[in-house]
């Protein structure tokens, strides 16, 4: 099992940046496809970004391509998401996901998730 603490979410001003941390307990960190979701009052949760077990694989939804990266330490037991550009639609909750068994942007099929950082961009 692993467990999740993200942090790093906060106010910031459209066109600022923030960088989000997800930190892992367990030593099978390295075996763990890692993902950042989001949630927005009244919304689903929706996808950002995932990571391969490694550092090399990343894909990103289309509304932050370009502007957000996703990268991990598997030395520091960590993933980052790196946010540039934020706009006042990027305001939610965010939240970190892992998998040791499925890769991809369904969030019903990660098995351990954080408590979700708030991530707030004012116009």
């Known amino acids: 099992q692993v467990q999740l603490v993200e942090s790093g979410g906060g106010l910031v001003q459209a066109g600022g940046s923030l960088r989000l941390s997800c930190a892992a307990s367990?030593?099978?960190?390295?075996?763990?496809?890692m993902g950042w979701f989001r949630q927005a009052p009244g919304k689903e949760r929706e996808f950002v970004a995932r990571?391969?077990?490694?550092?090399?694989?990343?894909y990103y939804a289309d509304s932050v391509k370009g502007r957000f990266t996703i990268s991990r330490d598997n030395a520091k037991n960590t993933v980052y998401l790196q946010m540039n550009s934020l706009k006042p639609e990027d305001t939610a909750v965010y939240s970190c996901?892992?998998?040791?068994?499925?890769?991809?942007?369904?969030?019903?099929?990660?098995?351990?998730w954080g408590q979700g950082t708030q991530v707030t961009v004012s116009s």
């Open positions: 990571i391969g077990r490694s550092n090399i694989i990343t």
């Open positions: 367990g030593r099978t960190f390295s075996s763990y496809a």
């Open positions: 996901a892992a998998s040791d068994r499925y890769v991809g942007d369904d969030p019903r099929r990660y098995d351990y």
